[in-house]
């Protein structure tokens, strides 16, 4: 593995680290306060295009990347979704849980 791979991993490791509140809360809190599934779901089908791309082109940090950034959206669509009318308590008192 090259230098410049490694980097892209590691870059790739933040994106799908950044996701992991959004996604905790949602399922601990059963809550989709503030998620706005219309823009999750572009995010998702810009994943899959990207994915697509980075196949083609045959880059395995993008390949990697937007395979992880067209599940972890779809997985906050699906949650969203489920916990539709969902709102936690300490959205509900407007403060925020992040
Ligand atoms: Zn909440």
Excluded at 64 to 72: E, P, S
């Amino acid at each position: 593995m090259t230098l410049i791979e490694i980097i892209g991993f590691v870059g790739s490791g933040l994106v799908i680290w950044a996701y992991v509140p959004q996604i905790e809360h949602l399922i601990k809190e059963h809550c989709s306060a503030g998620v706005s599934r219309r823009a999750y779901t572009l995010w998702f089908i810009a994943a899959l295009l990207l994915f697509i791309h980075a196949v083609i082109i045959r880059d395995i940090v993008f390949i990697f990347l937007q395979a992880a950034n067209a599940l972890l959206t779809l997985t906050i669509i699906v949650f969203a979704n489920k916990y539709r009318n969902g709102i936690c308590s300490t959205h509900k008192s407007g403060k925020d849980p992040f």
